[in-house]
């Protein structure tokens, strides 16, 4: 699986999305954002930290990043994106997913682990998990807020879009969970064809033992065995 790593102005979990890669047995490669061709990729990952200084607001300029027409394209034709923190802020911005990533209700960045749950395993990004499995992954934003209009919101939920959730521990979710004041705890969702992943936690901070926590690696191990059929996987559940 040959992986495109996209790198903006301001771009700083670019590295980790590479290494992410190449641990799960990828092949990646760094595409710089006034490039046109995506080359040769099979998927592209969008990383996290501050495009363009997150000037005028987060992804609103990298959105209009020469590289963005290609990855519009990829993603049409059924490509598979993912998008991670500023990634999937940038994702937005495009039009690639519904919604927006407000700032946080806090008013304050947020830089901490945190607990989500795994809401749908019959994706290509999310294969290697166990549905309700619950997971452990740094966050590390200001905007990460998620917000979609209650007709967009509804259905998200209704057509199982939702992948990842806000949890505690123990994986219920709730209020106090939710570190950001995300509708309905969302951390990560998808489109409606599935071959597009936007989410707000890292799971780039999380796929080595020395990292404090693994429960991102298979993300990426999904990514880079996924079927060339988007919406391959399966639907396991935890006991």
Known sequence: MRVAVITFPGSNCDQDCYRSVEVAGGTPSYVWHRETSLGDADAVIVPGGFAHGD?????????????M????????DGGLVVGICNGFQVLCEA???P??????????????????RVERTGTPFTADYLRGQVLRMPLSHADGNYYA???????????????????????DVTQPANPNGSLNN???????RGNILGMMPHPDRAFE???????????????????????????????
């Open 149 to 171: 209009d209650p007709e967009t919101l509804a259905g998200l939920e209704a057509e199982g879009r939702v992948v990842f959730r806000y949890s505690d521990d123990r994986g």
């Open 186 to 192: 969302i951390a990560g969702i998808v489109n409606a």
């Open 55 to 67: 000037y005028l607001r987060p992804g609103a300029i990298a959105r209009f990043s020469p590289i």
């Open 69 to 76: 027409d290609a990855v519009i394209a990829f993603g049409r």
């Open 99 to 116: 919604g927006a990533l407000l700032r946080n209700r806090s008013l304050r960045f947020q830089s901490h682990d945190c607990h989500l």
């Open 209 to 239: 033992a020395a990292l404090g926590s693994v429960d991102g690696l298979p993300l990426f191990r999904s990514l880079v065995g996924a079927n060339v059929a988007v919406g391959a996987g399966n639907t396991r559940e935890v006991a």
């Open 95 to 97: 039009g690639m997913l």
